[in-house]
T-cell receptor, first 114, second 114 residues
Framework: QQQVKQSPQSLIVQKGGISIINCAYENTAFDYFPWYQQFPGKGPALLIAIRPDVSEKKEGRFTISFNKSAKQFSLHIMDSQPGDSATYFCAASRYVQGAQKLVFGQGTRLTINP | KAGVTQTPRYLIKTRGQQVTLSCSPISGHRSVSWYQQTPGQGLQFLFEYFSETQRNKGNFPGRFSGRQFSNSRSEMNVSTLELGDSALYLC?????????????FGPGTRLTVT
């Protein structure tokens, strides 16, 4: 119930291509779905987030697609650039005892080849 | 505004010892969460503090504890260190932890237990 499953574990994409990372969840109480980007030696940084009442959210080259009935959501990176090479984490959040509680996927190591 | 700061950045301890890690949230943020990041388990929630009170706790043994001070700075303590406690410990802050879902992460403290 608490898990968020993320795939693939690693992904190699050519520069200019589309990177797609998928996540699935079980607990329908989750009400916020952020994606984080983490570079080596740094903490995760919020990239983009979506709530379940929206099926898609786009910010620049980054798009989240959300399928509530399938309990799946995905991150699409258009025109992928070498600077996008990082580890990406999906997460799901719900209210527990008056506070947000984030559950993270296992992460995807993305490499963009120049 | 300065970001979340964590000290120390790197730490080497011996099995059986105890360790204290420190986190200073973004100015004005009152909620502080702690996470453990390992290659095998990914990012796992430890606990969250708001106004000096622990509101949420993850599934970690009692050797892991924390506290928050009146200025919102937080510390986490791990007693009787085990080899498996080697990890990157991340602190994240948010304004109030209630209506706001965005968490800002620090760079982490890399703990190595030998």
């Amino acid at each position: 119930q608490q898990q968020v499953k993320q795939s693939p574990q690693s992904l190699i994409v050519q520069k200019g291509g589309i990177s797609i990372i998928n996540c699935a969840y079980e607990n329908t109480a989750f009400d916020y779905f952020p994606w984080y980007q983490q570079f080596p030696g740094k903490g995760p940084a919020l990239l983009i987030a979506i709530r379940p009442d929206v099926s898609e959210k786009k910010e620049g080259r980054f798009t989240i697609s959300f399928n509530k009935s399938a309990k799946q959501f995905s991150l699409h990176i258009m025109d992928s650039q070498p600077g996008d090479s990082a580890t990406y984490f999906c997460a799901a959040s719900r209210y527990v005892q008056g506070a947000q509680k984030l559950v993270f996927g296992q992460g995807t190591r993305l490499t963009i080849n120049p | 505004k300065a970001g979340v700061t964590q000290t120390p950045r790197y730490l080497i301890k011996t099995r059986g010892q105890q360790v204290t890690l420190s986190c200073s949230p973004i100015s004005g943020h009152r909620s502080v969460s702690w996470y453990q990041q390992t290659p095998g388990q990914g990012l796992q929630f430890l606990f969250e503090y708001f106004s000096e009170t622990q509101r949420n706790k993850g599934n970690f043994p009692g050797r892991f504890s924390g506290r928050q001070f009146s200025n919102s700075r937080s510390e986490m303590n791990v007693s009787t260190l085990e080899l498996g406690d080697s990890a990157l410990y991340l602190c994240a802050s948010s304004p109030d932890g209630t209506g706001t879902y965005e968490q800002y992460f620090g760079p982490g403290t890399r703990l190595t237990v030998t």
